[in-house]
Each structure stands twice: as C-alpha cells, then as structure tokens.
C-alpha cells in the first residue's frame, strides 16, 4: 500500500492516563474508500483512538497523517477543517428543530449556530440538506421535528450533520447501539452508501453488523492492536477468541 493511497497513517500512537498506556505504540493504516471496523472488549482503547485522530485527547508520542499531512498536534476545529468527521455515542441533534433546520445549520460556512440559522437558504444549501437526507433515509421527513424521530432516525440524522462537511474520514463510535433489528439492516447500507468516495472507521459490538459493512477488521486488546485483516480471518484467530470473540 503507497503510502499516498492512505487516508489516515499512525505511527508509534501512545497516549499515558497516569503511566497507564491507553494505546501502546499503534500503528494503523487506513486506504482511502476503506472502511474499517474497529472490535475489541470494553477497556480496549477504542473511543481513546478515535479521540486522539480527532484532537480532543493530546498524543504523548508518535504521530498521525491524515491524507499525507500531519495532524498530531492541530486543534480539534482545524482538524475537522483537513476532513475529519466523529460521531460520538449519545447524538448531539437539536431536538426542537426539523430535520431540515439540523442539516442546514450542519453546513460550513465559518458562521455561529444563530448565524446559520438567520442566512436565507440558498440553492446551494437546499440542494445539499436534500441529498443528504435521502442518503440518511429522512428524504421525507425533512419537516418533522428532530426529537419526534426514532433513536435509531435520531442517529442516522446526526450521521447527516457531519455528511454535511463532506469529510474525507467519517468516524463513528458504536452506531446501532439501541437500534431495532430493522434500523440495524438500514443502517448497514447506508454506511456502505455513504462509504463511496470517503474512509470511515467504525467501532461496533455486533458480529452480524460488522460482517455486512466491513471490508477489513481491527481487534484492538489493551492499548494495542491484536489482529488485523478480513473478518473470517479474524473470528478464526485463536487470539482473538480468547480475548473477544469468546466471552
Ligand atoms: P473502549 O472504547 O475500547 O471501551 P476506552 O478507549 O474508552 O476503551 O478506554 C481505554 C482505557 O483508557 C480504559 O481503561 C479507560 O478507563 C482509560 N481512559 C480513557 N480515557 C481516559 C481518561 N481521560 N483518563 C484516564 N483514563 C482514561
Ligand atoms: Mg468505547
């Protein structure tokens, strides 16, 4: 893999809570149009990873490239500026706005929530807000209210608001959490919709899920990575029974 292929290169990540190393010396290679599930068991460093490629936890060593260029120390505004996008476990949607209302306000333009908010809605944007909610499967909700969705719509209109960036990278920590076996299966193809021309890293529990999205697995074990590879390979591997696939 050339290293220009790579949406994201991490080289030697370490980052130290009181001398206790919640990522190890990790290295992770992400090509670009990938997308790459991260499993592991609770304590693994999951969301600690996702917090470091996205600033809001400070490296103590080693480095990360995002599309060649270096992000280890940016700020976290500027690194969602390169194209980096996270989705956090509880969704942050505004409740008392329509799903029209929380996709437009979601559109960069270097201005506050209120701001956003004031501006006339131009071509640009409309169109924008409509093709993201159809890709989110709320093409039809556009008027209602956000905190009348389901919890699984709620999730899938906050996948919507950072879609609005246009990231290059798109990192989601647990999606289906408290989903529907319906919103599970709805959610798999719109992730594997949204995947064309971007990266995602994902972190999820449920085998099932991971087996339908993932075109290669991360099973990362206190701090550090234990296997790697497709998700066959990976369920077979002793190793990862023992720590994971087991229990
Ligand atoms: P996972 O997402 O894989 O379940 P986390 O990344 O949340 O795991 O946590 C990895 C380890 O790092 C855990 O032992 C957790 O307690 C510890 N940890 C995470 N963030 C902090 C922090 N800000 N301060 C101290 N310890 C932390
Ligand atoms: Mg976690």
Request: hydrophobic share 40%; glycine share 8%; charged share 30%.
């Amino acid at each position: 893999m050339a290293k220009e292929e790579m949406v994201l290169d991490i080289e030697g990540l370490t980052v130290s809570f009181d001398g206790f190393k919640a990522i190890d010396s990790l290295n992770l290679y992400v090509d670009k149009g990938e997308l790459r599930v991260i499993i592991g068991p609770n304590g693994a460093g999951k969301t600690t990873l996702l917090d470091l490629i996205c600033g809001k936890t400070r490296a103590s060593s080693g480095r990360i490239r995002f599309m060649g260029k270096e992000v280890t120390r940016m700020p976290e505004h500027e690194i969602v500026r390169e194209g980096i996008g996270r989705k956090f476990q509880t969704p942050s949607i505004y409740e008392n706005l329509s799903v029209w209302q929380n996709l437009e306000v979601s559109f960069p333009r270097g201005r506050s929530v209120f701001g956003a908010l004031a501006f006339k809605c131009d071509d640009e944007v409309s169109e924008r807000v409509r093709s993201v909610a159809q890709e989110i499967n709320l093409g039809d909700q556009l008027d209602t209210e956000a905190g009348l969705l389901s919890h699984g719509q709620k999730q899938w209109l906050e996948i919507g608001m950072l879609l609005m960036q246009n990231p290059d990278l798109l990192m989601l920590d647990e999606p289906i959490a408290g989903m529907s076996v319906r919103e599970r299966e709805q959610t798999a193809e719109l992730l594997k919709r949204i995947c064309v021309n971007r990266s995602m890293i994902v972190i999820e529990h449920d085998m099932d899920f991971v087996k339908k999205i993932a075109d290669k697995v991360t099973v990362m074990h206190q701090g550090k990575i234990l296997a790697e590879g497709p998700m066959d390979r990976v369920q077979a591997d002793p190793k990862v029974i023992d720590v994971y696939l087991g229990h």
